[in-house]
């Protein structure tokens, strides 16, 4: 399992019969996390809830051990992870998650996902992934699943806007 | 005893009117966005054509729709309202987002995670639509007693009505 900080434009071309079960995709690595990090998502969203900037709230106040990492910023980095993958040709389709467990400020995120089946459909194929984002202290936070479509390398491009497949989940 | 009464119940398929966006998709709002998050992908800027050719043009990130109702001019400032609060969370809007409250006092709040479906990327120069409903509430039996789980939809669309994304959060009371 190889990491990138996915800061770049990926490029690549993905096709169906490029992906094969129990295939890991790159781990995404975010951080570590500063206050300036979370400063800076609370001010691009404009949410103001104290307990992502204003530690002596959080501590005191709401009796957290320190700032948390968004978990709106940690869905984030998970539909990155995805949409890199999936490339030019791919789609996100779905993605879910759960918020288990806090991350605190500091911390550096590992986002990772695992292909665990292939769906071949008339028109294109899907891909079902499960997915997690790990902290620098090997705890899961944020386990998930996701479906992404991708094109047959001899087949049409996927429709866009997406349309899903009839019948599949 | 069970928390889910026949009222409670009757709040499943509830809306909102349609909400919309103050402002449109505009390109220093994804900046400042993609900054954020870090995820700096040409598709978010480049006018020219880049390596992703369905788009026609610069678009937003995919969940970019989810954020983009923001306070518009001449309203009331919560922050400032609340300056002198000492118990002020930072928290500003309705949990239930615009949906009326469902009559739960004094549970706790949890979020208990969300299903997203993307359909297509919205373009700079579009206003964000949504609207929210109450798509399932439901009881589980936890380990501390009853929960109440509420899953919430929102469809953001565009100008043209095109579905954008579709979220659905649970929200966990208990």
Redesign the interface.
């Known amino acids: 399992m190889t990491a990138t900080?996915?800061?770049?434009?990926?490029?690549h071309a993905l096709y169906f019969e490029d992906v094969k079960e129990e295939q890991d995709l790159n781990v995404l690595m975010?951080g570590p996390l500063t206050t300036a990090?979370l400063m800076?998502?609370s001010?691009?969203?404009?949410?103001?809830?104290?307990?992502h900037y204003?530690r002596t709230?959080t501590v005191e106040?709401?009796k957290l051990p320190d700032l948390l990492i968004n978990?709106?910023?940690k869905?984030?980095?998970i539909?990155?992870l995805l949409?890199?993958w999936a490339g030019?040709l791919g789609?996100?389709?779905?993605?879910?998650?759960?918020?288990r467990s806090m991350n605190l400020v500091g911390e550096k995120l590992s986002v990772w996902a695992t292909v665990k089946t292939i769906r071949r459909l008339e028109d294109y194929g899907l891909v079902d992934l499960e997915l997690g984002v790990i902290n620098n202290h090997g705890k899961e936070s944020t386990p998930?699943s996701a479906t992404v479509a991708l094109p047959y390398r001899d087949g049409n491009p996927l429709p866009?806007?997406?349309i899903?497949p009839a019948g599949a989940d | 005893m069970s928390l889910l009464t026949e009222e409670i119940k009757s709040f499943i398929g509830m809306k909102t009117e349609e909400e919309v966006s103050c402002e449109p998709v505009e390109a220093g709002a994804v900046r400042r966005f993609c900054q954020a998050i870090m995820d700096e992908h040409s598709i978010y800027y480049f006018h020219e054509a880049t390596e992703d050719t369905r788009y026609e043009g610069p678009v937003a990130p995919p969940l970019f729709p989810a954020y983009a109702f923001r306070r518009p001019f001449g309203t009331p400032d919560p922050v400032q309202e609340r300056a002198d609060d000492p118990e002020f969370d930072g928290i500003v809007g309705s949990t239930a987002q615009g949906l009326p409250p469902l009559p739960l006092p004094n549970l706790a709040l949890l979020n208990g995670g969300s299903e997203v479906e993307f359909y297509r990327l919205a373009r700079h120069g579009e206003r964000i639509h949504a609207t929210h409903k109450y798509h399932d509430i439901y009881e589980k039996e936890g380990r501390n007693g009853p929960m109440v789980f509420v899953t919430i939809q929102t469809d953001y669309t565009n100008d043209a009505s095109d579905l954008l994304l579709r979220v659905r959060k649970t929200l966990i009371r208990r």
């Open positions: 900080n996915g800061s770049t434009t990926p490029a975010k990090h800076r998502w001010s691009a969203m404009e949410n103001w809830h104290k307990i204003d709230f106040h709401d978990g709106s910023l869905q984030q980095f539909v990155q949409k890199d030019p789609w996100v389709w779905k993605v879910r998650y759960q918020f998930g866009y806007p997406f899903p």
